[in-house]
């Protein structure tokens, strides 16, 4: 049971590390354009609070033996909604700032790339079941990598995180965005 919500910790803290950049929207939200180095910043700030939301996701405490098959779902269910939700949390955080030129097109792939990534975990919650046994939630696979869909969306996260991190790069901006895991 450990081994599971260890992978699904794991899995979350990775999704954390992609969300933890900027992002803004194509009218720039009426607001003043950032220059490149506050933009990386605040999104360093971001990053730092929705990993933080992560980080306290995972320490939920887990189903045990005594648990009904219903509790042991509720408790899946509990994790994918409480994923979907820090990204849409970031999702709109990211879009309220206003990326500069230089890194609007990566910005609005990652805005784009984190709503299809809560998406995704919202439509994998969906077709959970309503009632699972502690044994089929350990010898379950990890659900970041069995669904394709899931997958496809974090790693088209993970691309648009690393586009952003290039952006930075190249304009010379000491950050890193996290992107890619360990």
């Known amino acids: 049971m450990r081994v599971v919500l260890a992978i699904i910790a794991g899995g979350l803290l990775l999704i954390a590390a992609a969300f933890g950049i900027a992002c803004s929207d194509d009218d720039n939200g009426g607001g003043d354009t950032l220059t490149l180095e506050d933009y990386f910043a605040q999104a360093a700030e971001l990053r730092s609070g929705t990993s933080s939301a992560f980080q306290e996701l995972a320490q939920m405490e887990g189903p045990s033996a005594d648990d009904s098959d219903e509790d042991i779902a509720t408790f899946l269910h509990a994790n994918v909604q409480g994923s979907a939700e820090i990204l849409r949390d970031a999702e709109s955080d990211f879009h309220a700032l206003d990326a500069p030129e230089e890194a609007a097109d990566a910005h609005d792939a990652f805005v784009l790339a984190t709503g299809d990534a809560a998406g995704a975990l919202e439509d994998y919650d969906d077709a959970l079941p309503d009632s699972l046994t502690l044994e089929g939630l350990e010898n379950a696979p990890d659900p970041f990598f069995s669904d394709q869909v899931l997958e496809d969306a974090f790693?088209?996260?993970?691309?648009?995180?690393?586009?952003?991190q290039?952006?930075?790069?190249?304009?010379?901006?000491?950050?890193?965005?996290?992107c890619a895991p360990e």
Not at 169 to 176: L, T
């Open 166 to 178: 290039t952006v930075a790069d190249d304009n010379g901006i000491a950050v890193d965005l996290e």
């Open 155 to 164: 790693l088209a996260l993970e691309d648009a995180c690393m586009d952003l």
